[in-house]
C-alpha cells in the first residue's frame, strides 16, 4: 500500500482524535445513567469534537484548489458556527437545568447561521456543465427531491413534534432541522445528479446524512430528558464530527492522489440514469400510505404536495423523452456521417442508392487519392487527417450542387450525380475529378501534390442499385494501368471480374489439389555457357475443367492444359493467394535445392525466387524465409530472392521487408532493371546484390549504338557496385557473344535453356559435376 502524505496523516488523525471524544462522551454519557456525573461533562466533550471537526475542513481546504479550497474554507465556518452555538447551549443549559431543549435567541442564531453558511458552502459547489436542457433536467430532478423530502419532513414533523412550546424558540428549531436536512438534499443532488468537480463525490456522499442528525435529535431529545448530563445535542453532534472528519479525510487523500477535476471528467463519461428521483418518490409515496391508514384522509397540504410531485414527475419524464429522441437523432446522424470530413459514409451512400429514387438515372464515381498510404507514412497522421478532409472539400466543390458525395472509406471516395447534373454525361465527371487535384492541397502546413485515380459507372432503371460495384470494378481495373487517371465501367470488366473470380476458387482448388508445378531456367556463365545458377518459375495444370471447376465453358483455365503465369499471377496478387502459392513455391524451391546439395555439392545452382509485391508486404515473409532455410539445411547465399523495382520504389513497408531478408543472408535480385521507376536510387536504398538486365536491352543489341552503350552501362553500373549483372532474355548466340565482349559474365534465355523440371536440371549438371 502507498504510504500516506503528511496532509493525508493529519487529516486521519483528525478522525481518530473525533471518533476519540465520540468514544469519551458515550462512556460518559452511559456512566451517567448508572451514577451521578456533572451535568456539564459531556458538554466539552461535544465542543472539542466540533472543532476537531472543523480542523478537518480546514486540512482540506489547505489540501484542495479553487472552488474546492472555498467550500471547504465556508464549510469550516459553518462548523466554527456549530462549535459557537454548541458553548451557548451548554451555557443555556447550566442555567435551565431540567428543560428538555434549552435555547437562547443568541444559541438559536448561531446555530441558524451555521446552516445558512453550510447551504450556501454547498449551493456554491460547481456541478458539470450542462446544455439548456441538461439544466432544466437537473432543475427538474431537484424540484422532485426537494418536494418529495419537504412532504416526509412535514410528516416527521408532525409525528415527531418540537418538544418546546410553540413561538418564536420553536419555529427557530423547525427551521434549523429543515435548514440541516435540507443541506443533506442539496449535497445529494449535488453528487448524485449534478456531478462535482471541485469537491470529491464520496466526501459528499459521506456528509450527506448528517441532515437526518436535526430529525434524530427531536426523537432523542424527551428520550434523555431524565438525566441531567445528556443532551439531544451531546448525543448528535459528536457522530457529526466523526462523519466530518472522515469526509474530510476522503477529500484529502483524493487531493494527494491526483487533480479531482481529472477525476470528475473522466467520471462524466460514465453515463447513467440517476435513481434519487425515483427513491424520493417512492419514499414520499410509502409517506402518503401510511398518513392515510394513520389518519383515514390524507391532509389538504399532503394532497397538493403529491399533485405536484406528479406533475414534475410527467413533465420531468417529457423532458427525457425528448432527450432520448433527440440523442438517437444525433446517433443516427453519426452512424450514417464520417466522423473525420463530415461527410456521409458508405452506409449512407449505399442506402441512397438502395432505396430506389435515383431508379431513373445517376452516375456513380468512386475516386481513391494515388499513393495515400506512403504519404500517410512519411508525413504522420495528423498531416494524413488533413489530406483527407482537403480532398473531401474538394470534391464536393467539383461536384457541385445536387451531387452527394460520401466517404467510403480510408482514402476513398464516392460521388453520386442525379439525372440532368451537368457533369453526368459521358466522362465528365472524371475529367473534372482529375483536373482538380492537379492542384496542391494545403494541408497541416504542406502544400502536398495528390492526384486521384477513379472509376465511373453510369445505369439507369433497375440496375441503378449496382452503379457503386461497378464503379469499383473501373476503379481497380484504373489503377491497375498506373495513376492519375479514370476508367468507365464497360461490359468487358464484368465478364473479367467474372472470370477472375472463377480463376480465384479454381487456384484455391488447384493449391489444395497439388496442381502446381516448379520449372528451372538456368542462369549461365558466358561464354560457355555453364549453369552457375536456376530461376524457379511456377507452372499450373489444373487437372480438370468444365464450367464447375473453371473451365473453358465458364472462362476458367483449360481442362488439363498448363495456364500461363501472365494469367493466374495477376488474380493471386488480387485475391491474396499469392501468399499462399508464394510460400509453397519458397517451400518446394528450398525441397529441390537441398537434393541438389546433397547430390552435387559445391556445384549445385543457387536457386533464384521471385517474390511478389503482395508479399513483400507481408511482414511473416522473412521468418517464413528463415524457417524453410532451416528446415532443409541451407545456407542462406544459396537462395536469391528476385524483386521488381515498383515493388520497392514507394519504400514503407515492402522496403523494410527487402532488408530484414537480406538481414538473414539471402541474396537480393532486382528484376527487370531499367524499366521500373528511380533505378539508381533504388541501388543506394535497397540492399541488392545482383541486376537482371531486363529482356528489352538485349532485344536490340546489334542494332543501334545507343542501345549497346545503355547496355554497356547497366554492366558498368553493376561492376562499381559490387554487384553481379545477368542479362535476361538472351535468344541468339550473336546476341551472348554480344553481351560477353560487353563485359556481361552471366546471362539467361531460352538460347541456353528453356524452364525445365528438377529431374531435367539434374541431367544438365551431371557433366559439370
Known amino acids: 500500500m502507498r504510504p500516506l502524505s503528511r496532509p493525508a496523516r493529519t487529516a486521519g488523525w483528525l478522525v481518530v482524535v473525533a471518533s476519540g471524544w465520540t468514544l469519551a462522551a458515550v462512556l460518559l454519557g452511559v456512566i451517567g445513567t448508572r451514577t451521578a456525573v456533572p451535568a456539564w461533562s459531556l458538554w466539552p466533550c461535544t465542543v472539542l469534537a466540533v472543532l476537531t471537526g472543523a480542523a478537518a475542513c480546514a486540512v482540506a481546504s489547505a489540501t484542495s484548489g479553487g472552488a474546492g479550497s472555498v467550500f471547504w474554507r465556508q464549510f469550516g465556518y459553518a462548523v466554527t458556527l456549530i462549535a459557537a452555538g454548541t458553548v451557548s447551549q451548554a451555557v443555556d443549559t447550566q442555567r435551565s437545568l431540567g428543560d428538555v431543549m434549552a435555547f437562547t435567541p443568541i444559541t438559536g442564531l448561531l446555530f441558524l447561521a451555521s446552516v445558512a453558511v453550510g447551504v450556501h458552502a454547498l449551493v456554491r459547489v460547481p456541478g458539470a456543465r450542462r446544455t439548456w436542457r441538461g439544466t432544466l433536467a437537473l432543475f427538474l430532478d431537484i424540484a422532485i427531491v426537494a418536494v418529495a423530502a419537504g412532504l416526509v419532513l412535514a410528516r416527521a414533523l408532525t409525528v415527531m413534534p418540537v418538544p418546546l412550546p410553540t413561538g418564536a424558540l420553536a419555529t427557530a428549531v423547525q427551521v434549523i432541522v429543515l435548514g440541516g436536512a435540507g443541506a443533506a438534499v442539496v449535497a445529494v443532488v449535488k453528487v448524485g445528479m449534478s456531478g462535482t468537480g471541485a469537491v470529491h463525490g464520496p466526501a459528499l456522499w459521506i456528509l450527506s446524512p448528517v ?50 477535476v481529472a477525476r470528475a471528467v473522466s467520471g462524466e463519461r460514465r453515463r447513467g440514469i440517476s435513481a434519487i428521483p425515483y427513491v424520493a418518490v417512492l419514499a414520499t409515496s410509502i409517506m402518503l400510505i401510511v398518513a392515510i391508514l394513520d389518519l383515514g384522509y390524507l391532509p389538504a397540504g399532503f394532497a397538493a404536495g403529491a399533485v405536484s410531485l406528479i406533475v414534475l414527475v410527467v413533465v420531468r419524464q417529457h423532458v427525457a423523452l425528448s432527450d432520448n429522441v433527440l440523442l438517437l437523432d444525433r446517433l443516427a446522424d453519426k452512424a450514417r456521417h464520417d466522423g473525420l470530413t463530415g461527410l456521409p459514409n458508405r452506409r449512407f ?75 453526368a454525361a459521358g466522362d465528365l465527371l472524371a475529367e473534372a475529378l482529375l483536373r482538380a487535384f492537379q492542384e496542391p492541397l494545403p494541408a497541416d502546413g504542406h502544400d502536398l501534390l495528390v492526384t486521384v485515380t477513379a472509376g465511373v459507372a ?104 498448363p495456364v500461363s503465369p501472365a494469367e493466374f499471377i495477376p488474380v493471386a496478387e488480387q485475391t491474396g493467394l499469392i501468399i499462399d502459392l508464394g510460400a509453397w513455391i519458397l517451400d518446394t524451391a528450398c525441397a529441390d535445392a537441398a537434393a541438389w546439395h546433397a547430390r552435387w555439392g559445391a556445384d549445385a545452382p543457387p536457386v533464384s525466387i521471385n517474390v511478389s509485391a503482395r508479399q513483400l508486404l507481408d511482414p511473416d515473409l522473412p521468418g517464413l524465409v528463415a524457417a524453410a532455410l532451416s528446415r532443409y539445411g541451407l545456407e542462406p547465399p544459396g537462395i536469391t530472392l528476385e524483386i521488381t523495382e515498383t515493388a520497392v520504389f514507394a519504400g514503407g513497408p515492402a522496403l523494410d521487408t527487402v532488408r530484414a531478408l537480406r538481414k538473414i543472408g539471402v541474396g537480393i535480385a532486382l528484376d527487370d532493371f531499367g524499366t521500373g521507376h528511380s533505378s539508381l536510387t533504388l541501388l543506394r536504398t535497397c540492399p541488392v546484390t545482383t541486376l537482371k538486365v531486363d529482356k528489352s536491352f538485349i532485344d536490340e543489341l546489334n542494332g543501334s549504338p545507343q542501345q549497346e552503350a545503355i547496355a554497356a552501362s547497366l554492366r558498368g553500373i553493376a561492376d562499381t557496385l559490387g554487384l553481379r549483372a545477368v542479362a535476361e532474355g538472351v535468344e541468339t548466340q550473336d546476341q551472348a557473344d554480344r553481351l560477353h565482349a560487353l563485359g556481361y559474365r552471366y546471362a539467361q534465355g531460352y538460347h541456353f535453356a528453356r524452364p525445365a523440371p528438377a529431374a531435367e536440371i539434374d541431367l544438365a549438371l551431371a557433366p559439370a559435376a
Open 211 to 260: 441532515g437526518t442528525l436535526g430529525p434524530i435529535s427531536l426523537v432523542v431529545a424527551p428520550a434523555v430528558q431524565q438525566w441531567p448530563h445528556l443532551n439531544a445535542t451531546v448525543v448528535v453532534l459528536p457522530l457529526f464530527a466523526v462523519m466530518l472528519t472522515v469526509s474530510a479525510f476522503s477529500q484529502v487523500r483524493a487531493n494527494v492522489a491526483g487533480s479531482p
Open 458 to 561: 453510369a445505369g439507369s432503371g433497375d440496375t441503378v442499385a449496382d452503379l457503386l460495384r461497378r464503379a469499383e470494378l473501373a476503379l481497380q481495373a484504373a489503377q491497375r494501368v498506373g495513376a492519375d487517371r479514370y476508367q468507365r465501367h464497360t461490359a468487358a470488366l464484368d465478364t473479367s471480374a467474372r472470370d477472375s473470380a472463377r480463376m480465384a476458387a479454381a487456384l484455391r482448388r488447384g493449391l489444395d489439389t497439388g496442381e502446381f508445378r516448379l520449372v528451372y531456367q538456368p542462369i549461365v556463365e558466358l561464354p560457355h555457357g555453364i549453369i552457375r545458377g536456376v530461376e524457379a518459375l511456377v507452372r499450373w495444370h489444373p487437372a480438370s475443367g468444365g464450367p464447375e471447376s473453371g473451365g473453358p465453358a465458364s472462362g476458367g483455365p483449360a481442362s488439363g492444359g
Open 349 to 423: 451512400f449505399t442506402d441512397l442508392l438502395n432505396s430506389g429514387r435515383h431508379a431513373a438515372s445517376g452516375t456513380v464515381a468512386v475516386c481513391d487519392l494515388d499513393n495515400f498510404a506512403a504519404l500517410n507514412d512519411r508525413l504522420g497522421d495528423a498531416s494524413g487527417d488533413a489530406v483527407l478532409r482537403q480532398a473531401g472539400e474538394r470534391i464536393v466543390r467539383t461536384a457541385g450542387e445536387g451531387a452527394l458525395v460520401a466517404r467510403l472509406t480510408g482514402d476513398e471516395f464516392g460521388v453520386l450525380l442525379p439525372a440532368g447534373h451537368p457533369l
